[in-house]
């Protein structure tokens, strides 16, 4: 049997619960749509994708040449810096564009890989060579 004050009590904790939930969803939501709105993990994921395809076609000794203008303009609008990250244990390439994100895509070359930024000449230069 339930006390008079008991009922009361366990309706206001689930209310509570209730509201932290759909406070938590909604950020949440925000986030997402910001990162979208703002192009950021579109451009993640293709360069992202775009630099590994190129790192499996490359032959050794070749230096691949990417022109990253774009991506900077993109990191810039959401105070960012545009960072690379080629992981040559895991064979994945990682961009980010903006905070808390970031795009990885897996590549298969063997092949060992020197990767160069030059945010001056706003181009990122692939060396690939045999290990």
Known sequence: ????????????????????LNLVFII??????????S???IYEEIYA???ALM??????GTTIEIDIA??????????AQAKFNIDEENKKVSVYLAQG???????????KIYPLVNYETKKLKIGVQNE
């Open 70 to 79: 774009k991506l900077i303009e993109v990191a810039k609008k959401n105070d």
């Open 39 to 41: 192009g950021a993990s």
């Open 1 to 20: 049997m339930v006390e008079e004050g008991e009922e009361g009590e366990e309706l206001e904790a689930e209310n509570v619960i209730f509201f932290i």
């Open 28 to 37: 949440m939501m925000l986030i997402f749509v910001a990162r979208t709105g």
């Open 101 to 111: 994100g970031g795009f990885s895509f897996n590549y298969f070359s063997s092949y």
């Open 49 to 51: 994708k775009k630099i």
């Open 55 to 60: 790192i499996d076609e490359a032959k050794a």
